[in-house]
T-cell receptor, first 118, second 114 residues
Framework: AQKITQTQPGMFVQEKEAVTLDCTYDTSDQSYGLFWYKQPSSGEMIFLIY??????QNATEGRYSLNFQKARKSANLVISASQLGDSAMYFCAMRGLFSSGSARQLTFGSGTQLTVLP | NAGVTQTPKFRVLKTGQSMTLLCAQDMNHEYMYWYRQDPGMGLRLIHYSVGEGTTAKGEVPDGYNVSRLKKQNFLLGLESAAPSQTSVYFC?????????????FGDGTRLSIL
């Protein structure tokens, strides 16, 4: 079994500042992938960034970076230079080699609602 | 670039009615999934399919049935809708099942059962 915990139901950040969204995970797998998705108020799920369990460097995609601390089992999302359009719900998710079943389903956290203030 | 398309986007049903949600993907993905999203609970897997003609149960399958007659389509059926099935439903697909592959989602179907 695996579990994703997002302890921040809501976060506020000033426009142009950086913000960190927390994610911790629990799995018995050695091989797994961690994902962040963005869900704006319009409802769609947008894939942002991926980190593999064997990746030695933190993943980056434009203004998004993933602060991966394997020993602490944390995979925090960092958004630099926040924009008003970043206001959305953010979900952390994972897929494990063995613990996700034959379909390698995604296990999601409960999400963090980010609000960017002008 | 259609990706994953879900129809309908919104639907209101009365208790006991039946309906089918359609998911279509044009990326030639083998794996397809149906999730439901409820407030404060993230997304939970209902059913999934690892290829044409195959389906399997996920975490919360009760009250739902699925079919994958064509590779590009994955249907989710509610035979007798209940208020507890009020939710937002997402379809997703992935090319392979490897753990390093992201799943691509449709825009969701908002379903209300009165």
């Amino acid at each position: 079994a695996q579990k994703i915990t997002q302890t921040q139901p809501g976060m506020f950040v000033q426009e142009k500042e950086a913000v960190t969204l927390d994610c911790t995970y629990d799995t018995s797998d050695q091989s797994y992938g961690l994902f962040w998705y963005k869900q704006p108020s319009s409802g769609e799920m947008i894939f942002l960034i991926y980190q593999g369990s064997y990746d030695e460097q933190n993943a980056t995609e434009g203004r998004y970076s993933l602060n991966f601390q394997k020993a602490r089992k944390s995979a925090n999302l960092v958004i630099s230079a926040s924009q008003l359009g970043d206001s959305a719900m953010y979900f952390c998710a994972m897929r494990g080699l063995f613990s996700s079943g034959s379909a390698r389903q995604l296990t999601f956290g409960s999400g963090t609602q980010l609000t960017v203030l002008p | 670039n259609a990706g994953v398309t879900q129809t309908p986007k919104f639907r209101v049903l009365k208790t006991g009615q039946s309906m089918t949600l359609l998911c279509a993907q044009d990326m030639n993905h083998e794996y397809m999934y149906w999730y439901r999203q409820d407030p404060g609970m993230g997304l939970r897997l209902i059913h999934y399919s690892v290829g044409e003609g195959t389906t399997a149960k996920g975490e919360v399958p009760d009250g739902y049935n699925v079919s994958r007659l064509k590779k590009q389509n994955f249907l989710l059926g509610l035979e007798s809708a209940a208020p507890s099935q009020t939710s937002v439903y997402f379809c997703a697909s992935s090319y392979r099942r490897e753990y390093n592959q992201p799943q691509h989602f449709g825009d969701g179907t908002r379903l209300s059962i009165l």
